[in-house]
């Protein structure tokens, strides 16, 4: 990690030459890559923000590179790194902060923040946001879309069954009370609306995180060493989850898809389901009725996990390219875009001067839902995040699929989960 302090000294005298208006001969160029496929919605926002940066920063050229899922994404950033090509600014899960340090591929922010405006920008992040982004003293990566779990409810389904459409579940006992009003079975017995719908494909260990820290516990610690499949908080929440389907029939068993979650929701298939906030505007322009958003019910607290990407600048690239990289980064989490890309994507704007915009402002008074995120934020946990948390996740979520669809009992497939987990993690273990 030594080869690049040497560098930032430099690097950061140059951009500031460059900032008094020094003679450059060509920009400097940077690669930006970022989790999602060619073209669409998002990719045009993602242009148009970067079209406004070069304007701003002329002696900057950054390069879009549509890097496909965030698997794909890491997955190609390390290879294009250890290949000695990195880019030099990456959109990755927050939650793959430990993979990059162990991998030495990013270097942290602290080094490129020398202003009073650099301290404030940095420390202007939500807590909560920052635990999946700092280690050992240092912020490796800068929230940039980040999300949270909220729950979704068909306002015509309710008022067909009797329930105030203006208020949802509040407790998880009145998820089942309410979802079982809402389950409508046909008289060959066959289920054409489900009361709740839960998404359990890719990241189900997300949605779990969610019910242990209702349930008072703990999935992980923070330091990226331990986790805590087999707690009790944690088998009661994994138990809540399968009852809804198996013991309460409230909820399709088995595994249920991500991308098909909303789809049932617009199509009156479920009245009522958890998503991801980034969902939030999707749901706003596709819904099809009137629909509730709100926080998650409560258990014995409220609780929901937060989620998402961080802005990250790697490792082993020319200092003046890195510096280049931290501008970036700085003005695309900085309070206007901040708000501009909560507006128009759905993810939570991380920092609360975003909320205190103009631009926010007006648009909270639009459209209320947009708020609720916000309003979440207290009750929110880190997202799991671990050494190996490609592989600690992918132990997690077998557990989840095999407990859903009647593989094994949530106890059991969550003592499974821990040992094996506790055997990938020793390593890192003091």
């Known amino acids: 990690m030594n080869s690049w302090t040497g560098w930032i000294k430099g690097a950061l ?11 450059q001969a060509a920009p400097v160029e940077i690669n930006f890559y970022y989790p999602v496929a060619i073209g669409g919605p998002v990719a045009k926002i993602v242009e148009d923000l970067i079209t406004r940066f070069e304007a701003d920063h002329p002696d900057i050229k950054v390069k879009p590179v549509y890097s496909g899922t965030y698997p794909e994404t890491i997955s190609k950033a390390l290879t294009a790194y250890r290949a000695g090509q990195p880019p030099e600014v990456a959109v990755m899960l927050s939650t793959d902060m430990y993979t990059l340090i162990d991998e030495d591929a990013i270097v942290p922010f602290d080094d490129f923040v020398r202003t009073d405006e650099d301290k404030a920008w940095l420390e202007g992040f939500f807590p909560v946001f920052m635990v999946n982004s700092q280690h050992d003293g240092k912020t490796w990566g800068v929230p940039f879309q980040r999300g949270t779990t909220l729950f979704f409810w068909n ?3 309710f008022r067909e069954v009797g329930l105030d459409p203006e208020k ?4 998880w006992d009145e998820v089942v009370e309410f979802a079982t009003k ?4 046909e008289a060959d017995g066959n289920v054409s609306r489900w009361g709740m719908q839960v998404p359990s494909s890719l990241t189900s260990y997300w949605l779990l995180q969610g019910y242990v820290a209702q349930n008072d516990g703990k999935i992980a610690d923070e330091t990226g060493t331990q986790t805590y499949f087999d707690s009790p908080e944690v088998v009661e929440a994994l138990q809540y989850w399968v009852d809804l389907a198996h013991k309460h029939k409230v909820m399709k068993p088995g595994v ?12 009156g298939r479920a009245a009522m389901i958890t998503t991801t906030s980034g969902n939030l505007t999707n749901i706003k322009t596709n819904a099809p009725f009137p629909f509730g958003v709100q926080i998650l019910p409560e258990h014995k607290k409220r609780g ?12 082993g690239v020319a200092p003046e390219k890195q510096a280049a990289a931290f501008q970036f980064v700085k003005w695309l989490s900085s309070p206007e875009q901040a708000a501009e890309w909560s507006i128009k994507t759905g993810y939570i704007a991380a920092r609360e001067d ?6 926010m402002k007006a648009y909270v008074a639009e459209f209320p839902g947009a708020l609720v995120p916000h309003e979440q934020i ?4 880190p997202e799991l995040s671990t050494h190996e948390n490609q592989r600690i996740s992918r132990v997690i979520d077998d557990a989840i699929e095999a407990s859903l669809t009647g593989k094994k009992e949530p106890a059991q497939a969550l003592s499974d989960a821990q040992k094996e987990a506790d055997r990938i993690l020793e390593d890192y273990r003091d």
């Open 13 to 23: 005298a140059g951009v500031a030459m460059l900032g008094a208006g020094a003679a």
């Open 155 to 157: 306002k015509d389904a």
């Open 168 to 171: 949802g579940p509040q407790n």
């Open 182 to 185: 809402l389950t409508k079975r």
């Open 256 to 267: 249920i898809e991500w991308a098909t979650n909303p789809k049932d929701f617009f199509e």
């Open 304 to 315: 929901a996990p937060t989620s998402g990407g961080n802005a990250y600048i790697f490792n």
């Open 354 to 359: 975003a909320w205190a915009t103009e631009a």
């Open 378 to 381: 207290p009750y929110m946990v």
